[in-house]
Every structure is written in C-alpha cells, then in structure tokens.
C-alpha cells in the first residue's frame, strides 16, 4: 500500500528554468510534509517542510505547495540549477503518531545546462 | 549530513552471519530513526528509539531484526543470520526533542551486501 506517490520516476529541466516535482498521498491523517534531496551515496537531506494548516512555504529558491482537497503537494525549484540534479523524495508524517516517515519512490530530476 | 554519523559505510556479510550497524546522531539529538531502501525504491521506516526506549517498531520484520539505543554509545540495528533479500542500503536519522514537529537529518547510509 502505497500511501505517499511520486508518479514521475524522472525529470529534465534546462538550467533556469522552473522545476515542478509532484507528490500524491492518500492517507488524510498526514498533517506535515517534506521534501528532501538526495545525491549517490549519500543520506537524503532535508530542504523543506509544510504543515497541513498551510498551503504554501517558500524558502530562498524552493516553494512547496500543499492542495489538502486533492492530497496533492509540488515542490517548486526556480531558477533550476545544475547543483540541483539529484533524487527528490516526498514524505509525509502524522505529528503525535511518533513522527514516521513515509517516503514516496523518488523523482530524479536531471537539470541541464 | 554532518552529524548523524553511520558506521560502517559498507558491509559485506555472508548469508547465515550476523550484521551490525551503528548510528551516533547528531549532538543534542536524543530520537533516532532507522529507515532500510530497497533497490529502486524509497526509504521505508523501521523503527523509532530514544534512549534505552524502542517507541515504534512497527515496520521492523518479526523476527531476526532488533535495535537499541543505550543511555550510552551509539544506536544499533543488528540483524541475525542474513539473507540475500536483507541486501539494501540502511539509513539512521535523528531528531531534536522538543515541541512541534522537528525535521529528521539522515545519515549517509549503510550498504549492506549479502553474498
């Protein structure tokens, strides 16, 4: 059962362009989400996080974006950077039912110059 | 990922051994999370310690798979006569105490081969 989707395995962006990567869930108990990036052979890290009460956060280039009605997020990369090229993964947590993540497959985003 | 220091980064068991993998988190950071990744897929959470407590191990396999967090040292996940399907890449992360959510920090994984 998969409970956090990220329908698109790849991504290619040129190098300042927008970079838009999608999340579905479909537990509605989840009330806080989070992006994070992750490079070969290393750890994700994280970069950014939305509670449910919100439906936008920015920080410096990234933005996410949380539609609670369609348990819909995005994660919005502008302007693309070749740095960027990496694997995004989406999770989502239930505050309060001991802070588990669950983490979507990944999109791995590929920015070119 | 500085902080959450995992050890080894690599380790190669034959099938019937027994693996350990530790995971110091990050100063000041008294939750840790183990989290295994499968070949093509996302992370998948296994357990959730604090110190000398396990809170949630619900996605830890039934048998074989244990964990600890001593008052002292660093967390351990030891897994007990391995199997080929046990080959994956283990992360540790952790997490501040605290009121509100406090966002996790990985570290950089341990590879597990089984020959």
């Known amino acids: 059962d998969q409970q956090v989707k990220q329908n698109s395995p790849s991504l290619s962006v040129q190098e300042g362009r927008i970079s838009i990567l999608n999340c579905d869930y479909t537990?509605?108990?989840?009330?806080?989400f989070l992006w994070y990036k992750k490079y070969p052979a290393e750890g994700p890290t994280f970069l950014i996080s939305?509670?449910?009460?919100?439906d936008k956060n920015e920080d410096g280039r990234f933005t996410v974006f949380l539609n609670k009605s369609a348990k819909h997020l995005s994660l919005h990369i502008v302007p693309s950077q070749p740095g960027d090229s990496a694997v995004y993964f989406c999770?989502?947590?239930?505050?309060?039912?001991?802070?588990?993540?669950?983490f979507g497959t990944g999109t791995q985003l590929k920015v070119e110059l | 990922n500085a902080g959450v220091m995992q050890n080894p980064r690599h380790l190669v068991r034959r099938r019937g051994q027994e693996a350990r993998l530790r995971c110091s988190p990050m100063?000041?950071?008294?939750?840790v999370y183990w989290y295994r990744q499968l070949p093509e897929e996302g992370l998948k959470f296994m357990v959730y310690?604090?110190?000398?407590?396990?809170?949630?191990e619900s996605g830890m396999p039934k048998e074989r798979f244990s964990a600890e967090f001593p008052k002292e040292g660093p967390s351990i996940l030891r897994i007990q006569q391995v199997v080929r399907g046990d080959s994956a890449a283990y992360f540790c992360?952790?997490?501040?105490?605290?009121?509100?959510?406090?966002?996790?920090?990985f570290g950089d994984g341990t590879r597990l081969s089984i020959l």
């Open positions: 992360a952790s997490s501040p105490p605290g009121q509100g959510y406090q966002p996790q920090h």
């Open positions: 537990n509605s108990m989840f009330d806080y």
């Open positions: 939305i509670s449910s009460i919100k």
């Open positions: 999770a989502a947590t239930l505050t309060g039912g001991g802070n588990k993540l669950t």
């Open positions: 100063k000041g950071h008294s939750h």
């Open positions: 310690l604090q110190k000398e407590n396990i809170i949630d």
